[in-house]
């Protein structure tokens, strides 16, 4: 899946996968969020540009990184526990690399960081 010009990789692989999937998606859905999503189960060339472009250091010790990973145009934004905590700490958006809308929490939290 992409966000905007973002991509959200994605795969039904696993039900654990498929909850985490349906969580990320569910939020950019309810903020109206533009993203694109890229299957890796139907699509090796997804699967092949989603593992070489994770960074070394967000790789896990051993296999390959999972669905979801998240990634403005190409740049990587993290996967789901990245987002996880940016959604608790109302900094999507911050994370995603994008402008928080005026009026949401994160842009109010930002104002109040900046003042």
Do not use: C
């Amino acid at each position: 899946m992409a966000i905007g010009k973002n991509k959200l990789f994605s795969s039904a692989h696993s039900t654990r996968i498929k909850k985490k999937q349906q969580d990320v998606l569910g939020f950019l859905e309810a903020n109206k969020i533009g993203f694109e999503e890229k299957d890796i189960a139907a699509n090796e060339e997804n699967r092949k540009w989603m593992r070489e472009n994770v960074p070394e250091e967000s790789r896990p010790a051993t296999g390959n990184p999972l669905p979801p990973q998240i990634f403005n145009e190409s740049q990587y934004r993290g996967d789901y526990d990245a987002f996880f905590e940016a959604r608790e700490n109302n900094a999507v958006y911050a994370f995603l690399g994008l402008t928080a809308p005026p009026g949401s929490k994160e842009a109010q939290a930002l104002a109040k960081q900046q003042a």
